[in-house]
């Protein structure tokens, strides 16, 4: 039975880099969200254009557009195990949105994989990322601010959503990568 994943956890708490390592080890497809709009706009198609805008102030795009690319990936890609989601659901629609996808063919949400760390840190992971990744919204002050109160007001309720139905795991992201990967590793085996 293919397995579903969501790598949860606020911006910058390492889900990308943590993902690398999942996917390997237990034979996953990684889709990003973030990174599959960051295609778009790379793309110059009509989505990318919208998306840029939103995604360059720190607002969520809408979530069609997001439920579409999965839906989209779930239906091509073959000879996985399962897959990860990062950055997807983001908001309680989308949540149930993908349980709904789900159902359609007799699934469910396998479990999530919360990686937590404290507001502070996340504009210091933000600002060291920005000078290797050289993302136009981890640049800004201003954009990081409003993607952490983003977080706090649309995706963190997500948390009581998976907990209510016991599939929510969470995993000290505070730690250095290595520790964070083998904690994370410890509640997926
Ligand atoms: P990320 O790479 O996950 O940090 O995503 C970068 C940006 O893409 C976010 O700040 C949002 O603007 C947008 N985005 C990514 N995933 C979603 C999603 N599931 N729903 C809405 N917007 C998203």
Redesign the pocket.
């Given at each position: 039975m293919t397995r579903y994943y969501i790598l949860f956890g606020p911006?910058g708490a390492g889900?990308?880099t943590q993902a690398q390592a999942m996917v390997e080890r237990y034979n996953l497809h990684h889709i990003?969200?973030?990174?599959l709009?960051?295609k778009e706009i790379a793309a110059g198609s009509e989505l990318g254009l919208k998306?840029k805008e939103?995604?360059e102030k720190?607002?969520?795009?809408?979530?069609e557009?997001?439920e579409g690319m999965i839906e989209n990936e779930f239906r091509t890609v073959k000879g996985v195990d399962g897959f990860l989601l990062?950055?997807?659901?983001?908001?309680i629609e989308?949540a149930k949105a993908l349980d709904n996808l789900l159902a359609k063919t007799g699934e469910s949400v396998t479990a999530t994989v919360s990686i937590m760390i404290p507001d502070e840190m996340i504009v210091e992971r933000i600002q060291g990322r920005a000078l290797k990744e050289g993302?136009a919204?981890d640049a800004d002050i201003n954009v990081i601010n409003n993607?952490i109160a983003?977080y706090h007001r649309q995706t963190e309720p997500l948390i009581d959503f998976y907990r209510s139905c016991g599939k929510y795991t969470e995993v000290d992201g505070t730690g250095s990568i290595d520790e964070v990967r083998e904690g994370i590793f410890k509640v997926m085996d």
């Open positions: 911006p889900k990308g990003s969200t973030g990174a709009l960051r998306a939103l995604i720190g607002n969520l795009v809408p979530d557009v997001v990062d950055g997807f659901p983001r908001t989308q993302r919204d993607r983003t």
